[in-house]
């Protein structure tokens, strides 16, 4: 085990190179502990934006900070709690993470334990928090950017209510087999699931064997069935029976990463729902009933996320919905 990951507790998919970590996905934290008045986290990314969190409160959010140690100071002399959070999603991106760094005086502490939970969220842009801090639809890219905040994604924030670690695995645009008006044909949601630095061609993320998910929830098919445009060589009909054919594949191939024992959560939202829906009853009829099917509601949501997305507000509500549901599933140790 590394320098960095002797520290410092992570769910999330990084590639360990002994004095840093790399990784790309959005929502993933490092946690520590630290004895002293003041830490610095050594970062190196120019691509995507940071909360630093100090004893559970946010104390700073870094915008594209490079190359830095970011310092915390002027703390009471005492043990403290430090978790740093990648907010948004830089899939043309590779970030850096070096660890933590004590104040004069003070000491880095042995890691937090892991959680005995873990969830995996699998999904697109509603996954990732697509603009949920904005307040408002009409976005810029530097707009977006700025007000993408995957640690108050819903599935973060189920994943906290239910004393969880997870992994938000998501890529806004991509769909199962087909992305949102037909950008990037030759790719699809399934090209990355794979990879720890998504930028990196043919990457495969090296699970260390500490990450066995209890449950998976898979949250892909709204940029498949959205603004089919001209020149598209799918009709209706065979989008949706590709897209079936590639979900039921792909539920499968998950079932062999993971074992019998992880329990596979399809979510039904907007076009897909119905789609998803026989996905999953095709795969209990094949005798995998450890494939569950939730419908994610939108009663009640506001759409005031950039483009019309999952608002923060929308993100708590779902949440609040979705927390129930994965905890009376028969999985938790």
Request: glycine content about 12%; charged content about 20%; aromatic content about 10%.
């Amino acid at each position: 085990m590394s320098y960095v990951l002797e520290q410092v507790h992570t769910a999330g998919r990084v590639k360990d190179l002994g004095e840093t970590v790399q990784f790309s996905w959005p929502g993933v934290y490092f946690e520590g502990r630290f004895r002293g008045t003041g830490v610095g986290a050594v970062l190196g990314c120019a691509a995507a934006d940071y909360d630093i969190q100090v004893d559970g409160t946010t104390v700073t959010t870094l915008v594209t900070p490079g190359d830095t140690t970011h310092w915390v100071s002027g703390l009471r002399d005492a043990e403290h709690t430090i978790r740093v959070v990648k907010r948004n999603d830089s899939p043309g991106d590779t970030s850096t993470f070096g660890g933590f760094v004590a104040a004069p005086g003070g000491a880095v502490l042995g890691r937090p334990a892991p959680r005995g939970r873990q969830i995996e969220f699998l999904g697109d842009s509603i996954t990732v928090g697509y603009g949920n801090v904005s307040g408002t639809r009409a976005c810029d890219p530097e707009q977006l950017r700025r007000n993408t905040n995957a640690d108050v994604s819903h599935g973060a924030l189920a994943a906290r209510k239910l004393g969880a670690d997870y992994q938000i695995n998501g890529f806004s645009g991509l769909g199962m087999v087909r992305n949102v008006a037909g950008i990037s044909p030759d790719v699809t949601y399934r090209t990355y699931y794979d990879r720890a630095l998504l930028a990196v061609p043919g990457d495969v993320w090296h699970n260390p064997g500490t990450w066995r998910p209890q449950i998976v929830v898979v949250n892909l098919g709204s940029n498949d069935f959205t603004d089919l445009v001209p020149g598209e060589p799918w009709t209706p009909d065979s989008l949706a029976v590709a897209f079936r054919t590639a979900y039921v594949e792909f539920l499968r191939r998950l079932r062999g990463l993971h074992g019998a024992g992880t329990v596979l959560v399809a979510v039904g939202f907007d076009r897909n729902a119905e789609h998803v829906r026989q996905v999953v009853r095709a795969r209990n009829d094949a005798g995998d009933t450890g494939v569950h099917y939730w419908y994610l509601d939108q009663a009640g949501l506001d759409f005031l996320g950039c483009d019309g997305h999952t608002s923060a507000q929308d993100d708590r509500l779902i949440a609040d919905r979705l927390a129930p549901f994965l905890s009376g599933l028969p999985t938790w140790p």
